[in-house]
């Protein structure tokens, strides 16, 4: 079982606008009510002032969907850990599949993304998870072990400042949920793995992610290492991310 008090976080992917963010946020602000999870958004990086400030003061916390693995310097495009502390980020998600898949990010990059966001004290959301490929090889175990070494190598002790999410590649987007079973059975693995790692592995928060929604999450966070979720497509919709964070407060 790990922490108590379950972690909802959105990401909200390459989408939004100015005034599409507005209204999202307002309508998430002003639905809260009742709501006592901790909750994030993960923005675009360019939306990071405008959300640093419709959120100041809520229970909504910032958060951000990537970050360099440099400190600074000529990585023209590259948006450091410093830069996002600046705008009071809590959460950066590391190591998404998208990223990993499209932008070629290796175990060792997405450890190093880590490191730099637990140095400049923001929360990395270290993304975990099989292709449809690899899970019906029945390589899942495998995978998701290695890609969380990696992290608990280059970070040492300072994993037990890191959420982890699992998110089977075959469930992001799809409309394909992992089961609850399966879920908790990949949770129970990466706990032992965080467990040998650190005295601290109870505060490591694991989510889950992928399809998620309204239907489907309560089963998930019945699951005694299911601690949150990341959600994507249902976090673009204040209703149903509303009824989510309700749901995880129970
Ligand atoms: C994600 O991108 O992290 C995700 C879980 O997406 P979705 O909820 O849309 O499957």
């Known amino acids: 079982m790990g922490m108590s008090g379950k972690l909802m976080v959105g990401n909200w992917k390459m989408n939004g606008s100015l005034a599409a963010n507005t209204s999202l946020l307002s309508e998430l602000l002003s639905g809260m009510g009742g709501v006592n999870c901790l909750a994030a958004v993960c923005v675009p990086a360019t939306h990071l002032a405008q959300a640093q400030s419709l959120l100041a003061g809520s229970a909504l916390a910032l958060g951000a969907q990537d970050v360099s693995a ?44 880590a490191q730099r966001a637990l140095a400049a004290g923001i929360t990395p959301i270290v993304c975990v998870g099989e292709s449809l490929a690899e899970h ?68 490591v ?18 699951q005694p290492d299911v601690d949150g979720g990341l959600i994507g497509g249902a976090s673009l919709k204040a209703p149903d991310f509303l009824s989510m964070l309700k749901a995880a407060s129970r």
């Open 70 to 113: 440099h400190e600074s310097g000529a990585y023209t495009g590259e948006v450091s850990a410093a830069m996002l502390r600046d705008f009071a980020v809590r959460y950066v998600i590391v190591g998404h599949s998208e990223r990993r898949q499209f932008h070629g990010e290796t175990d060792t990059v997405v450890a190093h993304k």
């Open 205 to 222: 928060p694991i989510l889950y992610g992928g399809s998620m929604n309204a239907g489907n999450v309560a089963g998930l966070l019945a």
């Open 136 to 203: 019906e090889a029945g390589q899942t175990e495998a995978v998701v072990k290695r890609q969380l070494a990696a992290v608990i190598h280059t970070n040492g002790h300072c994993i037990s400042e890191i959420v982890v999410a699992y998110e089977p590649v075959w469930a992001i987007g799809t409309g394909l949920t992992a089961t609850p079973e399966q879920a908790q059975a990949v949770h129970a693995v990466l706990r032992a793995q965080l467990q040998a790692a650190t005295a601290h592995s109870q505060r």
